[in-house]
């Protein structure tokens, strides 16, 4: 079964250590993976996706993910977290095309991260 | 660019009363909008895909005649929801597709609407 896990309900950090968000994935073929960011009030912001080539991703806000096939992982690193980090992170699947030539995202749970001053 | 925006952000409506939500796609023609609900602190649950001119596709356990979608055009979804009742409170999310970017499938998500139902 397609799935997602995101073992980390919730992480908090102090502003300036490093954050790594842990992704793991149920698929079976070559999977598109894609991290978003949720703040509150603000629509899902895509923060960085991978579907093909070099494993480690980079994204906006400093971000960076790398695909590790052997481990069904695309954990969510960041080298210096910023208060305005804080936020919900989801890490999603995208299916192959379907008959309406449409991929749907299979979604984790999220990790709520905090960060501290 | 691809800005997706809903309106209403908020609403608070009595049970038994139909409220719509908009979702538009403003500097682009979508191809899909996607409808989601989502349960608080948790993740989003797809509810339909709707191609534009098209019915939309339903996942399963979704009453399609309680969440009418409609898609009119490359601009445009509406998400109605029938005879609301308290269970159906919840944060609904559109998300869309560009029309030109069909490889990738990149969803481009609205702010979402906050229904309340009393």
């Known amino acids: 079964a397609q799935s997602v896990t995101q073992p980390d309900i919730h992480i908090t950090v102090s502003e300036g250590a490093s954050l790594e968000l842990r992704c793991n994935y149920s698929?079976?073929?070559?999977?598109?993976l894609f991290w978003y960011v949720q703040s509150p009030g603000q629509g899902l912001q895509l923060l960085l996706k991978?579907?093909?080539?070099d494993t480690l991703v980079q994204g906006i806000k400093g971000f960076e993910a790398e695909f590790k096939r052997s481990q069904s992982s695309f954990n969510l690193r960041k080298p210096s977290v910023h208060w305005s980090d804080a936020a919900e992170y989801f890490c999603?699947?995208?299916?192959?095309?379907?008959?309406?030539?449409?991929?749907?995202?299979?979604w984790g749970l999220g990790t709520s991260l905090a960060v501290n001053p | 660019g691809a800005v997706v925006s809903q309106h209403p952000s908020r609403v608070i409506c009595k049970s038994g009363t139909s409220v719509k939500i908009e979702c538009r796609s403003l500097?682009?023609?979508?191809?899909?909008m996607f409808w989601y609900r989502q349960f608080p602190k948790q993740s989003l649950m797809l509810m339909a895909t709707?191609?534009?001119?098209?019915?939309?596709?339903?996942e399963q356990g979704v009453e399609k005649d309680k969440f009418l979608i409609n898609h009119a055009s490359l601009t445009l979804s509406t998400l109605t929801v029938t005879s609301a009742h308290p269970e159906d409170s919840s944060f609904y999310i559109c998300?869309?597709?560009?029309?030109?970017?069909?490889?990738?499938?990149?969803?481009?998500f609205g702010p979402g609407t906050r229904l309340t139902v009393l």
């Open positions: 500097d682009f023609q979508a191809t899909t």
């Open positions: 998300s869309a597709t560009q029309r030109q970017v069909v490889a990738s499938n990149e969803q481009f």
């Open positions: 709707s191609n534009e001119g098209s019915k939309a596709t339903y």
């Open positions: 999603a699947v995208g299916t192959r095309l379907n008959a309406g030539n449409n991929r749907k995202l299979i």
């Open positions: 991978y579907f093909s080539g």
């Open positions: 698929y079976g073929a070559t999977p598109y």
